[in-house]
Nanobody
Framework: VQLQAYGGGLVQAGGSLRLSCTVSISSFRFRAMGWYRQAPEKKREMVAQ???????NYSDSVKGRFTISRDNAKKTVHLQMNSLKPDDTAVYYC????????WGQGTLVTVSS
């Protein structure tokens, strides 16, 4: 199983980015999926989750600014990030929820002030 996250980059505070993650697993449509992030010298934390039926859940720090979605046909999960803040700077990863798959490399998001 491979998790390939992409779409990160450098953005100014207040800007937007859209992350995507492709998941090479046949049971993708039956799995709850999540986005996670790890900032320098901090523990990895859950950012957003989406169930197999499309129900979503967000951490308080991103609620109202981030939106998670999924495309089962393409085995892809997305994270639309708006109103970005410097505190959002981190490496972002996708995994199932709770995380059971070996972590991929993630994608770096840097938000400048």
């Amino acid at each position: 199983v491979q998790l390939q996250a992409y779409g990160g980059g450098l953005v100014q505070a207040g800007g937007s980015l859209r992350l995507s993650c492709t998941v090479s697993i046949s049971s993708f449509r039956f799995r709850a999926m999540g986005w996670y992030r790890q900032a320098p010298e901090k523990k990895r934390e859950m950012v957003a989750q989406i169930s197999s039926s499309g129900r979503t859940n967000y951490s308080d720090s991103v609620k109202g600014r981030f939106t998670i979605s999924r495309d089962n046909a393409k085995k892809t999960v997305h994270l639309q990030m708006n109103s970005l803040k410097p505190d959002d700077t981190a490496v972002y990863y996708c995994n199932d929820a709770p995380p059971n798959i070996a972590w991929g490399q993630g994608t770096l998001v840097t938000v400048s002030s």
